[in-house]
Every structure is written in structure tokens, then in C-alpha cells.
């Protein structure tokens, strides 16, 4: 009998640290998985952060095209305009030579 009080002894001993163990694995797992979900919160966090990002650098690549496309039709207009005063130019450039040639006939005439 004292043999199996002993051996009933130990087996609630056994029972005991079993339990303290259960209880702080069961502790362990409580926090990791509060660990887990404030993990969850961060990527899901910074995963915003990249969409909204992405979703910056989209528009500024839109307002960029759209400035390039500006500048582009701007300088298209000035080169059309300059070809316009090159013509001008000539015009004037002949209308003065012959201006200067009846100048010249005419003053040549009083003679």
C-alpha cells in the first residue's frame, strides 16, 4: 500500500507539472498569437501604404504625360509660327528689294 501511495503520489505529481505545463503553453500560444495579429495589422498597414503609393506614382505619371503632351503641342505651335515669320520675312525681304529697285529706276528716270 505505501508502495501505491507513493506511486500515486508521483503520478499526481506528474499530473501537476502536466497541467503547469498545458497552462503555459496555453499562455504561449495566447501571446503569439497576439503577436501574430499585430503583424497581420502591419502588412495589412503597409500593404495601404504601397497601394496608395502606387496609386501616387500612377498620377504623377499621368500629370507628367500630360505636361510632356503640353509642352509638346506648345513647341509644335511656336515651330509652326516661327515657319509663319520666316515667310513673313521673305516676303518682306522681296517687297523691300523691289521697293529699293523702282527707288533706284525712279531716281535714275529724274536724272
Known sequence: RDRST???????EQLQVAKRRVSQLEEDTRAAQGTLAEREQHVAELEAQVAALE????ELQ???QLALDAAHEEAEIERSRLAELKQELLAATKERAAAQEEKTRALKALE
Open 55 to 58: 496609386g501616387d506614382q500612377s
Open 62 to 64: 499621368r500629370s507628367h
Open 6 to 12: 507513493g506511486d500515486m503520489g508521483a503520478l499526481q
